[in-house]
Structures are given as C-alpha cells and as structure tokens.
T-cell receptor, first 114, second 118 residues
Framework: AQSVTQLGSHVSVSEGALVLLRCNYSSSVPPYLFWYVQYPNQGLQLLLKYTSAATLVKGINGFEAEFKKSETSFHLTKPSAHMSDAAEYFC????????????FGKGTMLLVSP | KAGVTQTPRYLIKTRGQQVTLSCSPISGHRSVSWYQQTPGQGLQFLFE???????NKGNFPGRFSGRQFSNSRSEMNVSTLELGDSALYLC?????????????????FGPGTRLTVL
C-alpha cells in the first residue's frame, strides 16, 4: 500500500523567495516518486521524478527535490520563486514493483506575490 | 509528437444520464490510465488499460467502466450519473513497457474533461 501526504494545502511566497513544498510518502515497496504541476484548466505536467538513481533530482523550471529515505520525504524546492510558478503542485508515488498507477497527494497551491 | 488528447473538454449532464469520455494517447503509448479529480477527494485512480485489457482498477463503483481499442485509444463510461460525479477526468498515457513506471515509462497527462452533473 502507498500513500502521500503533502503538508499545507496552500503556501504563499514572495517573488524571489525560496519555495519549499513538503511531501512525505509511505510505501511498502521501494518507491518511485514524482512531482507534477497543474495550471488552471490544464492537465498535469511532470516536473521531476526519482527512480532510485541520484537522490537529488533536478527538474524543469529550476525545481529540484531530494529523496530522503530515512525521513520518507521528497520535498520540492526552488531557490527563487517567479510569478509564473503560481500553480497547484502534486506529489505522487508509484511502487517499483507495481503497475503503472500513481497515488497522489492532495496537492499544494503555491501563491506568489510581487 | 502530439500530446494526449481528450474529448470533449467540457460536458454538462443531468442526474441519471450516462456519459462517455474519450482519450487518445501519445502515438506509440500502449497504456492508458484514468483519474478523477475533485476538490474534496483530490486525484483518484480509476483504472488502467494496456493492450486492450484492464490491468488495474481503483476503488470506484461499477457505474464507472472503460475500454481500450486496438489503436490504444480509450473510453470511459459513467452510467446513472450522480451529482458527486462532477469532476475533472484526466487521462494519462505511458509506454507501458513492463508494468512499472520509471525512467523510460512516465505518464503524460491530457488536459482533462470537465464533467458537470446537474
């Protein structure tokens, strides 16, 4: 069984500030972990993924995430927020030995103020 | 390469009716998954099809069904619509190589179909 917990349904930052979106997972098998972004009225776009290679994963648009097995975490960060980063972010887990399904967290809405 | 397409983009139905949603995967992708997105429940997995066979199923009532055609296009059907079925329905395609999502088998999402049940 797998689950994902995203802490904070809404996170507000100022433009230029550090972005930190938290994700903790639970998985009975070694996980694959993903971060997706969703802009209004659009589908989900993959930001980055962890697939048991490097624990620090770099994605698109300057985002990165670090897999920490001891903390069962996969937090998403970006050094400097941009107005265009305002969107909803979803963390997801898939078991390495499972089928092609994703279990998503509830999502975190990132608000960026000027 | 064209992305995942879903039709229609918006749909309004009344309680008791049925609805069929369509998804065309990326060319060469053989796996299609469906998800329901609502403000209260978030993103929930409905089912996954691979080579015309349902390979995995989420925890939804039998009113939700799907199928996949030989060209990998997929449809999902919801019968006897309820108000709670109002949601964004997302389709995602992947190569489906093996059974695992990984470095060469990520899911690409379509824009979704917004279903409103009145």
């Amino acid at each position: 069984a797998q689950s994902v917990t995203q802490l904070g349904s809404h996170v507000s930052v100022s433009e230029g500030a550090l972005v930190l979106l938290r994700c903790n997972y639970s998985s009975s098998v070694p996980p694959y972990l993903f971060w997706y972004v969703q802009y209004p009225n659009q589908g989900l776009q993959l930001l980055l993924k962890y697939t048991s290679a490097a624990t620090l994963v770099k994605g698109i648009n300057g985002f990165e995430a670090e897999f920490k097995k001891s903390e069962t975490s996969f937090h998403l960060t970006k050094p400097s927020a941009h107005m265009s980063d305002a969107a909803e972010y979803f963390c997801a887990v898939s078991g390495q030995s499972g089928y092609s399904t994703l279990t998503f967290g509830k999502g975190t809405m990132l608000l960026v103020s000027p | 390469k064209a992305g995942v397409t879903q039709t229609p983009r918006y749909l309004i139905k009344t309680r008791g009716q049925q609805v069929t949603l369509s998804c065309s995967p990326i060319s060469g992708h053989r796996s299609v998954s469906w998800y329901q997105q609502t403000p209260g429940q978030g993103l929930q997995f409905l089912f996954e099809y691979f080579s015309e066979t349902q390979r995995n199923k989420g925890n939804f009532p039998g009113r939700f069904s799907g199928r996949q055609f030989s060209n990998s296009r997929s449809e999902m059907n919801v019968s006897t619509l309820e108000l709670g079925d109002s949601a964004l329905y997302l389709c995602a395609s992947s190569l489906g190589r093996g059974a695992k999502l990984g470095s060469d088998n990520e899911q690409f999402f379509g824009p979704g179909t917004r279903l409103t049940v009145l």
